[in-house]
């Protein structure tokens, strides 16, 4: 009995140290002659794995290396990527995630989450039963139909509420254990992957109408009935899904939608530290966005929010922001608008890209089309003819899938531009000078709003909490950032930042009244006693 307690324990990630079990656990657990001789500190192990992840020739061999360090020794996997975020969270997260979630069927190891399909409708709350864990309080869901800026993935996007968990833990501390990534497993229509013998997912194109809208909301109630303090984040849903979802639940749960809500509030934190460098107010900025989608609405619809608590009517605010679809400037004459973006929609003349900068002259251009190259040279250009520093912010992920590059945005507009993205680039040199391309990306957002949430048992997220996470998160950036061009702060300090995001949306939970955790005498100590260590 004893050797087999001992295995079961080198066999749990959660209780995994391996070689780091000293001679007297191996003792006392059972596990001698399971182990080599010699004990291992955690440096150690982590010096290992770093030189094993590194020898991997690609990032997909190394995302897979993580993903089967994450599966032996849960420790030990978190550890390294807190201590290594600049070089693990593009492997775990955008840009390598795009190139695993196309691949997931083929790269498959080991199962890791929960699937439901429609086969499922009317037991979900049943088979709930079967996860393991009891105190469920983040779940990340999708439905794999519109991943990154790569399309409908089907149950390949299993990769996405996987990254995005490991990002919770690792960014703000928020326990694995109490963390559920869910692929609501609809079918595709990506027939691609319908004639694939090796896709793993519901192999029929998706369900549609109500039939699909019935097993999100059977999802959902199961999840409130088995875990009701669980936060649950919507993530990669087709534009009409996404928006009407959060329409429906909003009010209702405590959720939020990563790719409308969370985009919004880590850009307008971009917005916020731009104007550190512009020294152009913020009231008075113009802004144009190419794209129309969930992520560049719910940018906008939470700018009008800032701009309205700053004394600005909401009709005033619209009238500040543009948007520039397939069709060029969207308009009151623009047909067929979805309800979303008709609120932008200007008594204006219609007319093409190029001309709409020409005309309105926007300080800001933000860019969520899913689509690479679309910021051409003529349109950083035309940006950089107009003001002597243009903000370009080209968010689409992953990389690949950026409007254009950090390299392109410098060049083409002679140094000018301040540039953010949604996936990493590299330092570029320039005539001289070095720029720091900031990352605007949703990781220094939705951990710490999730742990505010979570620590002070939140019932709903409002968009005065957004707004908190996004002025929290400009002030994190100190003065040498700006001065390199770099809208947001270090990568290595998301935990700090996220700790203080995390405070910040409490605090605006319990001036709401909206928080059932009894505020604690001192809020910052209280949320930082919850976040996971992992140590041994």
């Known amino acids: 009995m004893g050797g087999k307690k001992g295995y079961d324990i080198l066999h749990n990630s959660s209780t995994n140290k391996s070689t780091a079990f000293s001679h007297e656990e191996r003792h ?13 500190s955690l440096a150690t192990q982590q010096d290992r794995s770093l030189r094993n992840m590194r020898r991997k020739t690609d990032d997909i061999e190394k995302y897979i290396y993580l993903v089967g360090l994450q ?50 409708r009317g037991s979900i709350r049943q088979i709930l039963d079967n996860w393991p864990q009891e105190d469920v309080r983040v779940i990340v869901v999708t439905d794999g139909q519109r991943i990154l800026g790569l ?32 692929m609501l497993d609809v079918g595709t229509d990506n027939e691609e992957f319908l004639n694939d013998p090796l896709y793993l997912g519901y192999p029929h194109h998706r369900l549609q109408g109500q039939d699909y809208l019935d097993i999100v909301d059977e999802f959902i109630q199961a999840v409130q009935h088995k875990y009701p303090k669980v936060l649950v984040q919507f993530e990669d849903f087709l534009t009409p899904n996404a928006f009407k979802l959060l329409d429906i639940y909003r009010d209702r749960i405590l ?15 971009g917005i916020y530290a731009s104007t550190r460098i512009t020294d152009i107010n913020f009231a008075d900025l113009r802004i144009m966005f190419l794209g129309a989608g969930s992520a560049a609405t719910g940018i906008g619809d939470l700018i009008v929010s800032a701009f309205t608590t700053i004394g600005l009517s909401e ?11 397939s069709r060029g400037l969207v308009v009151k004459s623009t047909d067929n608008l979805l309800p979303h973006i008709a609120a932008y929609a200007h008594d204006y003349p219609a007319m093409d890209f190029i001309s709409a900068i020409n005309d309105i002259k926007p300080h800001i251009l933000i860019g969520a089309t899913g689509r690479p190259g679309t910021f051409t040279e003529a349109v950083i250009k035309t940006m950089a003819g107009h003001h002597s520093q243009p903000t370009i912010f080209a968010l689409s992920n992953p990389t690949s899938q950026a409007e254009c590059t950090a390299e392109q945005a410098y060049h083409w507009s ?51 909490m957004f707004l908190a996470a996004a002025r929290t998160l400009a002030d994190q950036v100190d003065q040498a950032s700006l001065d390199a061009g770099t809208l947001y702060p270090p990568l290595a300090d998301i935990r700090k930042v996220s700790l203080e995001i995390a405070v910040a949306l409490a605090e605006k939970a319990y001036e709401s009244d909206i928080a059932d955790e009894p505020r604690p005498h001192d809020l910052h100590t209280f949320i930082k006693s919850k976040v996971y260590n992992p140590l041994y």
């Open 414 to 464: 002679d140094g000018k531009a301040i540039f953010a993205s949604g996936s990493p680039f590299a330092t570029v040199s320039y005539k001289g000078r070095e720029y720091r391309p900031g990352q605007g990306n949703n990781s220094y957002v939705f951990p710490g709003i999730g742990m505010g949430a979570v620590a002070c048992n939140a019932r709903v997220i409002n968009d005065e």
């Open 255 to 269: 959720c939020f939608n990563d790719d409308i809500q969370g985009t919004a509030a880590v850009t307008l934190a």
């Open 28 to 40: 006392a657990l059972g596990l001698r002659g399971l182990l080599p001789y010699a004990v291992s």
């Open 71 to 120: 599966e032996r020794n849960e420790r030990l996997f978190y550890r390294l990527v807190i201590d290594n975020i600049d070089e693990i969270m593009p492997l775990i997260y955008t840009p390598t995630v795009g190139q695993a979630c196309r691949e997931f069927a083929h790269i498959f190891r080991n199962t890791r989450g929960f699937y439901i399909t429609p086969e499922d």
């Open 151 to 182: 399309g409908d993935l089907g149950a390949n996007g299993m990769g996405i509420p996987i990254g995005k968990l490991a990002l919770y833990v690792a960014g703000a501390g928020i326990d694995p254990s109490q963390c559920l990534p869910v």
């Open 315 to 325: 009709e005033e605010a619209r009238q500040k922001l543009w948007f520039v679809n």
